[in-house]
């Protein structure tokens, strides 16, 4: 019966190959880093200590805390029980007595947990990563055209319309704030358009699309049908509510010189003008027109859409709250790339001014140069349906990928610097 038992086991192991490793090995295995690990052992040992904290008294932010790191917790302890099964399979299979038809069960579990491994390593280092700090709030959509000349004014529009129809069709609320023309141009010419997403979420959802889009078609005015190629800069910024100074939330207060949202006024040239292009005697006569420069950066915002300066100064101040919240953030994210460069030698990311997406008329294609995905389906992604949607999620898997990179590389630095001061 032993020797039996052993003919079955030899072919066996020889099946399965590589898929029998022993636990010690199991983080490198499922492509998830021991340094990585580690971090979600003390997330978990934090959700723990907090979770029985607030069983003894209630506090909020303690509260939100636990609700941030749970998810981490959940998935380690799926990781630790798929390798606890891999122990006690390959355990199982090891003893010569057991018998054939237990051990062909044995094998068929031991392949499962396996295979399941990889797939729970990663959800891990996705909820390993800490969300953006702007996820949850509103967004405000900024499209302006580039380089191309009238091309690209025409594209900007295409561009507006295809974002606009892409969040009525969710359910998303777009509201559009300015909408600039050329002096004497049509209206689907455009030389700055912002929208906004009242949605909550919002910014999570559309910060994929900041960057330059590059459109190539022939115009309808080349007569040797010569291809053109033109481009307009997108960019999201988060919104926050005009209810701000009033927020429990620190976070939101624009009063709070700390804050990413706090201007001050001293700091912002008011500058009030006759309103320009379509609108009526009205917005010609009036002041109504309102331009913010923000001096520190050189920021300008100017609006003119509304009737009421008083509406025009809101909105401008929404802009600029936005853009310089924008650039604050981003004054952090280049201080950690360039920690994680001295750890890594560099780690991918691309930026606002970067060209992230080339929309291709002859060919009906569009291609992301970030995930590199393409789509031959032009109309399904200028419509804003299902295709925009599948290149967006590909951009999200690919900024994902990116920050396990950027946190590992973190990580491993925080380790290195430890080390030297032991």
């Not at 800490?130 to 996820?135: D, E, I, T, Y």
């Not at 507006?160 to 600039?180: A, E, N, V, W």
């Not at 949607?389 to 900024?399: H, Q």
Request: aromatic letters at 4%; a negative charge; glycine letters at 8%.
């Amino acid at each position: 019966m032993l020797q039996c038992s052993r003919l079955f086991w030899r072919p066996a192991r020889r099946v399965l190959g590589r898929a029998l490793h022993p636990l010690h090995s199991a983080a490198s295995d499922s492509g998830l880093s021991p340094v990585l690990l580690t971090r979600a052992r003390l997330l978990a040992d934090e959700h723990t200590k907090l979770s029985d904290k607030i069983a003894e008294t209630f506090d909020a932010k303690i509260a939100k805390r636990v609700g941030e790191i749970a998810p981490v917790t959940q998935v380690l302890r799926e990781w630790d029980s798929a390798n606890e099964s891999i122990t006690e399979l390959e355990s199982l299979l090891e003893q010569p007595e057991t018998d054939d038809e237990l051990r062909s069960l044995a094998i068929e579990d031991l392949q499962t947990s396996h295979e399941s491994l990889p797939i729970i390593s990663d959800r891990l280092k996705k909820a390993l990563i800490p969300r953006h700090p702007f996820a949850d709030l509103p967004c405000l959509v900024e499209i302006r055209p580039g380089a191309g000349g009238d091309e690209a004014g025409l594209f900007a529009f295409e561009l507006m319309r295809m974002y606009t129809s892409f969040c009525s069709r969710r359910g998303l609320r777009p509201t559009i704030l300015k909408q600039d023309v050329e002096d004497g141009a049509s209206e689907d010419r455009l030389t700055e358009a912002v929208i906004e997403i009242e949605a909550d979420g919002a910014y999570d959802i559309l910060r994929t699309e900041s960057g330059v889009h590059r459109v190539q078609r022939v115009p309808a005015t080349e007569t040797k049908g010569r291809t053109h190629t033109s481009a307009v800069s997108v960019m999201v910024l988060p919104s926050f509510p005009e209810s701000g100074s009033g927020s429990a939330d620190n976070a939101l207060n624009f009063e709070d010189p700390t804050s990413d949202y706090y201007i001050d006024p001293q700091e912002v040239r008011v500058e009030k003008m006759r309103a320009s292009g379509a609108g009526g005697q009205h917005v010609n006569k009036t002041e109504s027109a309102i331009r913010l420069t923000h001096i520190p950066t050189g920021t300008v915002v100017s609006m003119q859409d509304e009737r009421s300066q008083h509406s025009n100064r809101r909105r401008a101040w929404q802009v600029l709250r936005a853009k310089i919240a924008e650039i604050r953030q981003e004054a952090r994210e280049q201080e950690l790339m360039q920690l994680r460069r001295g750890a890594m030698g560099g780690v991918a990311r691309m930026g606002r001014g970067d060209k992230i997406r080339t929309y291709n008329f002859g060919q009906s294609r569009c291609t992301d140069h970030r995930s590199g995905i393409t789509i031959h389906n032009l109309d399904g992604v200028l419509d804003g349906g299902d295709g925009l949607e599948t290149v967006m999620e590909s951009v999200r898997t690919w900024m994902a990928d990116r920050d396990v990179e950027g946190m590992l590389a973190e990580e491993m630095a925080k380790a290195e610097l430890e080390q030297k001061k032991k």
